[in-house]
């Protein structure tokens, strides 16, 4: 009797039985249809899967719709025609702009040059909705910004921003809670002469409490990079956000500043900061942020040396008070056994 054959399991159809690959539709397909539904890090690594779709995905056009729907205020003209410098313009810039900053270590050898003046494009964002938007202008030739200790302010002293945020009512810390677990922030700094932009913004706060005297909520943002004196120096690049309620319970914004201080709590002047940001900005590394909380954690990382460096300088102070005390004595002691015994 003849055996019976086992038919051999049917396989699933391969990609290209049920119509090829992706590379076979049509270009315009893919761009307007596909790599328009596509976030920034995702159509990045769309480009390293075959040349043509390199070639594809490096439009100018998407990038730039992904650029502006992040960051709203790079939409100001001026904003526009510094990214279109960039050597691969909006793609340039996204790359730039869109990673954690991570730069620890400073060079000696750098070079600074000069330039007139950088470019701070901000962006603030409840529940990743934007809601604050601004670009400001530092001018950096000036006597007035190499001597005084830099500080950024987007808005006047009497200034607000309305926005549409109601505050939670109900315990007395709700809306410190409510800023500190849905706003977030960026702050991309651009030098128009490097052609080079990085994001200053720690992402989510790094702290946030209620004014004492004001009753306003201080949100703040902060960034940890090389300092000049050595590598075991760091700078706090800080960004603060005061939000205050408006009649009705509607949240405004009185003030968005930036200002630089160096772990002994020293404001830097303009000059110094210059420095350490264009060296950040030429040989900071840029890198995909591991948590919602890493700036957080390298913030509170700093807190913790300048702490320690401080109790250090205390405790080098008191044994040298000591010694004072101790010498004069010496000497008091001597003085008077010299007057009594001679």
Known sequence: MAALSTPSPQQPPSATTLGGTISDLQPDILQTHIFTLLDGPTLAATACASSELYALSTEDKLWRDICTSSW??????????????????????????????????????????????????????????????????????????????????????????????????????????????????????????????????????????RHWLTGEVVVKFATIMAGDGGEKEFVECGVVVCCGEKEGGAMEVREVSLVMEDMEGRSLNGKESLVILQEALERGERRKKKSATEGKGRYEDFVEMKRERKERKQRLEKVLDMVCIVTGIAIFVSSWTFILFR
């Open 72 to 209: 709203p205020s790079i939409n100001d003209p001026d904003v526009s025609s510094i990214i279109s410098t960039f050597s691969s313009g909006n793609r340039s810039f996204f790359s730039d702009s869109f990673p954690l900053l991570h730069h620890h270590h400073h060079s000696s050898s750098f070079l600074t040059t000069s330039t007139e003046y950088f470019v701070s494009a901000v962006d603030i964002y409840y529940k990743n909705v934007p809601i604050f938007s601004k670009v400001a202008r530092t001018e950096t030739l000036t006597d007035w910004f190499k001597c005084s200790p830099l500080r950024v302010d987007l808005l006047e002293p009497k200034e607000s921003v309305q926005t549409s945020i109601q505050y939670q009512t109900g315990e007395k810390d709700s809306s410190v809670k409510q800023l500190e677990e849905n706003i977030t922030l960026s702050w991309i700094l651009i030098d128009p002469k490097r052609r080079r932009a990085m994001n200053l913004s720690s992402g989510g706060p790094v702290s946030a409490q």
